[in-house]
């Protein structure tokens, strides 16, 4: 049945579009965090793994918000490993980082949510998709605070 929400085929697309990617990114970060979450060694161990552990719970959530909304402006979400590996902005991980590179990777990993979130920003506005925004809103919120409390670990 046809989709009559006040939101035109070509905005609603674009709207998807956007969400896809950042379904994608925030995926690939809810799988690095699950991977640091186990893999983490040293001092910090404790802090680190119950830290990411919040983390990945928050992202785990996240991701099923994202996809309902894609689905509820009638497009597929994408689901495959393949398809989040072409869409994100976020590289795999590869072997086991030390307790303070996790700690940058995932720095740079939520600013990268935080800005594909940001760039699929005006296609809602442009479009009054109100839902769709405040959407974006609460993840940029999550995502800064959270880059934030990492880049805190950081710092001397
Ligand atoms: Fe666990």
Not at 14 to 28: C, E, K, Q, S
Not at 90 to 105: C, H, L, Q, S, T
Request: with cysteine.
């Amino acid at each position: 049945m046809k989709i009559d929400i006040g939101i035109s085929q070509k905005d609603r697309e674009a709207i998807a579009d956007g969400l896809a990617h950042l379904l994608a990114d925030t995926y690939t970060l809810y799988l690095k965090t699950h991977n640091f979450h186990w893999n983490v060694k040293g001092p910090m161990f404790q802090t680190l793994h119950t830290m990411f552990e919040g983390q990945y719970t928050e992202l785990a959530t996240a991701v099923d918000d994202i996809a309902e909304r894609i689905r509820t402006l009638g497009f597929p979400a994408p689901g495959t490993y393949k398809a989040f590996a072409e869409l994100s902005s976020i590289k795999e991980e590869e072997g086991v980082p030390a307790a303070e590179d996790m700690i940058r990777r995932l720095v740079e990993g939520h600013e990268t949510c935080a800005r594909t979130a940001r760039e699929a920003f005006p296609a809602c506005e442009k479009a009054s998709d109100e839902p769709s925004a405040d959407l974006l809103t609460q993840r940029m919120q999550e995502h800064e605070k959270t880059a934030w409390m990492l880049r805190s670990l950081l710092e001397k």
